[in-house]
């Protein structure tokens, strides 16, 4: 937690109650897009495309529920 608000601090020149309203999934793609931006040839699954597959995986297991999905090949 101590090294989230050291970056976002110094790196946003964010104060302590602005740190603090911000909601956590906004800090962490500000601190994922300063990880980009220092080494943009890593190879990294970003934090859109994560809450994308998780709202996928999840729209699936709520289908799944409901009806049996068949395989297309």
């Excluded at 740190?19 to 999934?25: M, V």
Aim: some cysteine.
């Amino acid at each position: 937690m101590l090294a989230y608000i050291e970056h976002l601090a110094s790196e946003y020149h964010m104060t302590l109650s602005a740190i603090f309203r911000l909601p956590l999934p906004a800090g962490l793609a500000l601190l994922e897009a300063r990880s980009c931006r220092l080494s943009p040839d890593a190879a990294r699954i970003s934090y859109l495309d994560r809450c994308i597959y998780n709202a996928r995986a999840a729209c699936r297991e709520r289908i799944l529920q409901h009806y049996t999905l068949t395989p297309t090949t």
